[in-house]
Structure formats: structure tokens, C-alpha cells
């Protein structure tokens, strides 16, 4: 399996994906809203695009699907419950659903609410698993609930299924927001020193060549799956007293959502 990760450059900061059968020279476009950039590096590749999956519904990540299809045919993969808000959908997905790329690649698809309702993730069943989070999971950080989507869910998604996936799942977020979630992390953890020597190594990184975490440096550096660091919850007891000496995580994770939509 073949990645390829296309930065786009906008104020989003948005990232695009081929995922490409290196047999067949096939490829899947992941949320390609720069369509145009996703196409020169397909043609220049000599790969041919032929499936578009949005990881869900919001324009920053179906804003490139008509151009693309105009040019391509490309079918559109999207959450099952999406086709109302996703233009010309051709097939829709729940958890567990395969999508085949060429003869070689099969990506698990993932039902993950939180950011929004209708979101989905996909994930390689590979010898390094990759995971396409959309705007579920990001580097150091996760997805803000403000358009269509419910806290309570996004910790579900992350209890319930990231939390279960292997240390060596590389991830592959939606956009990049790597600097500014590892000053949260150590807004919220000052003493966690892997996340402040990554901050230093990677502040001033090329997002055309940009860090593709693992799980587990995930599970070092984001606050969001560090709900029992001691730290974690002192800070969090003095702006939240009524938590008490030994919050549950929902709690945790939902005051750090909270905190981190004003931060």
C-alpha cells in the first residue's frame, strides 16, 4: 500500500490522501478538497483514481468531490447516514464495511461520532496499520464538536475504539494542528517532557514532509488520551474543583474538550 499525503496549503491547513495499490496503480482519495493537487500528483505517479471517501460531511472535506469526479468518474464513499449532506454519494458505510483498492489494499471502515454524527475513519489492515482519522483524531489533539457532533460520543469513539487499536497504528489526520495541540498538551502537563522535546524538534517542520505519529507517541503526547495523568487532573481540579481527587475519564476527557474550545 501506497500513501501519499498531499498538504494543501489553505488557512484550514487541511490534509488530502491517495492510498494506491502498488499493483494496479488504482488509488482512493481521502477528503480531496484540493482536488487539483491530488490529481498532478496522480498523474505524475501515473496512478488512476478511481473511489473518493470523505471522512465526513463538512466542506473543507467534500469541497473538492465534484471537481475530482468531473474529472476522474470517481465513486463517493461516505458514512451511511451522510447522503443528505453529501452530494452524489454511491455508496454508503457503517463500521466494520470494506473498501478495496485495486487488488492489493482493503481498508476497514469505522463508524467514529463525536466531531460529527455521520463521521467515519479508515483503518489498514497492514504490517504498520494506518489509520485515515478524518477530523476525529489528530496529532497530539482531537476534533472540536461544534458542527453537528456531540462530546459524549467523540469519547466513546476514542475509549471504545482508538484506545483499542495497536501502538504501531500510523496516523493520518485531516489536518495539521500538531504545534498548537502540543502547546495544549503542555498548557494542560507542563512536565511532560516527550511532548516539549517534540514541540521543540517539530516546530518549525514542512507539512509537505510532515511527522506521521504512531499510536503510541499519541498515547505520550495527547492529553486526550491521558486521563489519569496526576497532572492532568491537578490542573484540572483548579479551574473544575467539583471533580473530586479521582474524576472518571468521561470526565476528564469532557472538561478537557471543554477547556480546549475556548483555549
Request: glycine letters at 8%; hydrophobic letters at 35%.
Amino acid at each position: 500500500m501506497i500513501i501519499e499525503q498531499v498538504w494543501t496549503g489553505n488557512a484550514y491547513r487541511n490534509f488530502n490522501y491517495l492510498v494506491v495499490c502498488p499493483e494496479s496503480g488504482d488509488a482512493l482519495a481521502i477528503d480531496p478538497l484540493d482536488y487539483p493537487k491530488c490529481l498532478a500528483v496522480a498523474n505524475e505517479r501515473g496512478w488512476s483514481i478511481s473511489q473518493i471517501l470523505n471522512t465526513h460531511e463538512h466542506g473543507d472535506h467534500i469541497g473538492g468531490n465534484t471537481g475530482m469526479v468531473k474529472a476522474t468518474g470517481a465513486k463517493i464513499i461516505a458514512h451511511k447516514n451522510a447522503g443528505r449532506r453529501i452530494a452524489n454519494m454511491d455508496r454508503g458505510v457503517g463500521a466494520g464495511d470494506i473498501v478495496t483498492v485495486g487488488k492489493t489494499v482493503e481498508l476497514e471502515c469505522l463508524d467514529t461520532p463525536g466531531h460529527t454524527m455521520s463521521h467515519v475513519c479508515v483503518l489498514s489492515h497492514t504490517d504498520h496499520p494506518a489509520l485515515f482519522s478524518g477530523d476525529t483524531l489528530f496529532n497530539a489533539g482531537a476534533g472540536n464538536c461544534h458542527n453537528g457532533g456531540h462530546p459524549d460520543e467523540l469519547y466513546e469513539t476514542f475509549h471504545k475504539q482508538l484506545e483499542r487499536l495497536p501502538d504501531g497504528t500510523r496516523i493520518y489526520p485531516g489536518h495539521d494542528y500538531l504545534i498548537n495541540n502540543l502547546r495544549f498538551t503542555l498548557d494542560r502537563e507542563p512536565d511532560n517532557e516527550v511532548a516539549q522535546r517534540m514541540l521543540e524538534d517539530y516546530a518549525d517542520q514542512d507539512p509537505d514532509d510532515a511527522l506521521v505519529t504512531t499510536l503510541a507517541q499519541e498515547r505520550e503526547i495527547n492529553t486526550f488520551f491521558r486521563l489519569d495523568s496526576p497532572t492532568v487532573i491537578a490542573r484540572l481540579r483548579e479551574q473544575f474543583p467539583d471533580i473530586g481527587d479521582s474524576p472518571a475519564p468521561r470526565t476528564v476527557f469532557l472538561k478537557l474538550r471543554e477547556l480546549r474550545n475556548s483555549w
